[in-house]
């Protein structure tokens, strides 16, 4: 990881935001890096609201453009008009934000279950906590870009409340949470996901990218790639949400767009942390944390652990250099019941996105075949006998790693 900050990134606690969250316009309390590790910032200091103020006209103008122009969904005309909800409306559908209906908490406010009167529809509707690590800002962009965004692997985006005070976001419901709630959360499934899950759900997430990175017109990036953002929904099927910190990509013939550094600590490209330049190559970064967190089943960041395990990268790292120690990467809970070939092309991409020269990642479109590929090869632990018979668990040393596939 170099000289990349390990600070902060508590995931666990459902309540409370998760993930420390890295603002470099903030440097109170700065660490190595001059980045604190604190949330995101609160759009209220005069200068700060002016600054973010253009930006938003920014991103709007984008948007506007392409309303001029009419042009189809790929090319960025809005292709999902947002509906506009009372607030009164919001209050029906989740029972007065009963605290049942709750599912969670992240920077932006709470989260809850709701359904809609008209429709009967089940949503997820997000509010704004006026106090929170999140602003105004982020909620225009991400109606905005969930506006002129259609894809089977980005969550719908069906409406917004913006009445005095109150700003709220509807979504489709996604009824298996997030992946961070299936990995690292209170009540953990990770016995649920098998394998074959776990490739299906990164194939997923990465054709969600994809459609950011390339098929969008203009290009984004996410800026936001982690576990709580990619929702899953039945059969485990992944959509990419929160898209308050995305970014139209760089235009012409620059390759990086030049912001203050947000993200989140375990998931930011060491590159970008270091200059502000933000590139696609940034979320490829992320990306490559996030299959990381699939394969091993480890937190991108865990302060519980011993300092040298504390940051998955870092961890990961040495043992990238060397195939016979791969057995030691995969997610214990698996119990042994995975492709040793599977194991190691995915922890062959996983190592590729996660190089310290972003030039040296792959494109986005190079990872969605990898893994469409890998998600195609379905492992059948009953067709496997050798494998399950060779059970490896923490510290105990599997036989595999003397199979040697190329990756
Ligand atoms: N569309 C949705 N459908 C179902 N659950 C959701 C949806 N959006 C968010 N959630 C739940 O609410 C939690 C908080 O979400 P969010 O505000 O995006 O914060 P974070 O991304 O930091 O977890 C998520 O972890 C997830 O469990
Ligand atoms: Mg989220």
Same mark, same amino acid.
């Not at 070939?341 to 479109?365: D, F, H, K, T, W």
């Given at each position: 990881?170099?000289?990349? $900050?390990?600070?902060?990134?508590?995931?666990?606690?459902?309540?409370?935001?998760?993930?420390?969250?890295?603002?470099?316009?903030?440097?109170?309390?700065?660490?190595?890096?001059?980045?604190? %590790?604190?949330?995101?910032?609160?759009?209220?200091?005069?200068?700060?609201?002016?600054?973010?103020?253009?930006?938003?006209?920014?991103?709007? =103008?984008?948007?506007?453009?392409?309303?001029?122009?009419?042009?189809?969904?790929?090319?960025?005309?809005?292709? #999902?008009?947002?509906?506009?909800?009372?607030?009164?409306?919001?209050?029906?559908?989740?029972?007065?934000?009963?605290?049942?209906?709750?599912?969670?908490?992240?920077?932006?406010?709470?989260?809850?279950?709701?359904?809609?009167?008209?429709?009967?529809?089940?949503?997820?509707?997000?509010?704004?906590?006026?106090?929170?690590?999140?602003?105004?800002?982020?909620?225009?962009?991400?109606?905005?870009?969930?506006?002129?965004? *259609?894809?089977?692997?980005?969550?719908?985006?069906?409406?917004?409340?913006?009445?005095?005070?109150?700003?709220?976001?509807?979504?489709?419901?996604? $009824?298996?949470?997030?992946?961070? *709630?299936?990995?690292?959360?209170?009540?953990?499934?990770?016995?649920?996901?098998?394998?074959?899950?776990?490739?299906?759900?990164?194939?997923?997430?990465?054709?969600?990218?994809?459609?950011?990175?390339?098929?969008?017109?203009?290009?984004?990036?996410?800026?936001?790639?982690?576990? =709580? #953002?990619?929702?899953?929904?039945?059969?485990?099927?992944?959509?990419?949400?929160?898209?308050?910190?995305?970014?139209?990509?760089?235009?012409?013939?620059?390759?990086?767009?030049?912001?203050?550094?947000?993200? +989140?600590?375990?998931?930011?490209?060491?590159?970008?942390?270091?200059?502000?330049?933000? +590139?696609?190559?940034?979320?490829?970064?992320?990306?490559?944390?996030?299959?990381?967190?699939?394969?091993?089943?480890?937190?991108?960041?865990?302060?519980?652990?011993?300092?040298?395990?504390?940051?998955?990268?870092?961890?990961?790292? $040495?043992?990238?250099?060397?195939?016979?120690?791969?057995?030691?990467?995969?997610? $214990?809970?698996?119990?042994?019941?995975?492709?040793?070939?599977?194991?190691?092309?995915?922890?062959?991409?996983?190592?590729?996105?996660?190089?310290?020269?972003?030039?040296?990642?792959?494109?986005?479109?190079?990872?969605?075949? %990898?893994?469409?590929?890998?998600?195609?090869?379905?492992?059948?632990?009953?067709?496997?006998?050798?494998?399950?018979?060779?059970?490896?668990?923490?510290?105990?040393?599997?036989?595999?790693?003397?199979?040697?596939? *190329?990756?």
């Amino acid at each position: 990881m170099g000289c990349f $900050p390990c600070a902060g990134g508590d995931s666990s606690a459902k309540k409370s935001p998760k993930n420390k969250r890295i603002d470099s316009n903030n440097h109170k309390n700065n660490d190595q890096l001059n980045i604190k %590790a604190v949330d995101t910032v609160k759009v209220e200091q005069c200068n700060e609201v002016k600054k973010e103020t253009e930006q938003i006209a920014d991103q709007t =103008s984008v948007s506007n453009r392409f309303d001029e122009k009419n042009k189809s969904p790929e090319e960025g005309s809005p292709v #999902n008009k947002a509906r506009t909800f009372t607030y009164a409306q919001l209050v029906n559908a989740t029972d007065n934000f009963k605290a049942s209906y709750f599912l969670g908490e992240g920077g932006f406010g709470k989260v809850y279950k709701g359904k809609l009167e008209d429709s009967d529809q089940i949503v997820a509707i997000k509010q704004l906590d006026p106090n929170g690590l999140q602003g105004i800002r982020e909620f225009v962009v991400e109606v905005i870009t969930l506006s002129m965004a *259609d894809h089977p692997n980005l969550v719908k985006l069906i409406g917004y409340c913006a009445e005095g005070e109150q700003r709220l976001l509807v979504y489709e419901y996604m $009824p298996l949470g997030s992946l961070e *709630d299936h990995l690292h959360g209170h009540r953990p499934h990770k016995k649920l996901l098998d394998w074959n899950t776990r490739m299906k759900i990164a194939a997923g997430a990465a054709r969600g990218l994809e459609y950011l990175h390339d098929k969008m017109n203009p290009p984004v990036i996410y800026r936001d790639l982690k576990g =709580s #953002n990619i929702l899953l929904g039945e059969d485990y099927h992944a959509k990419l949400s929160d898209f308050g910190l995305a970014k139209v990509g760089p235009l012409g013939d620059k390759t990086h767009v030049s912001t203050r550094v947000m993200g +989140t600590y375990g998931y930011c490209a060491p590159d970008y942390a270091m200059t502000g330049q933000l +590139t696609f190559k940034s979320d490829i970064y992320s990306f490559g944390v996030m299959l990381l967190e699939l394969i091993t089943g480890r937190k991108a960041i865990d302060n519980t652990k011993s300092r040298e395990e504390q940051n998955l990268v870092a961890w990961a790292r $040495p043992l990238f250099k060397d195939r016979r120690k791969f057995w030691q990467m995969v997610d $214990p809970v698996l119990e042994g019941e995975y492709p040793v070939r599977g194991l190691y092309q995915a922890l062959a991409i996983s190592a590729m996105c996660v190089q310290e020269q972003p030039n040296m990642r792959p494109l986005i479109a190079d990872v969605v075949t %990898a893994l469409n590929y890998l998600a195609s090869q379905k492992y059948d632990p009953l067709v496997n006998p050798v494998q399950t018979s060779r059970r490896s668990s923490r510290g105990q040393r599997s036989s595999i790693d003397e199979k040697k596939p *190329d990756v």
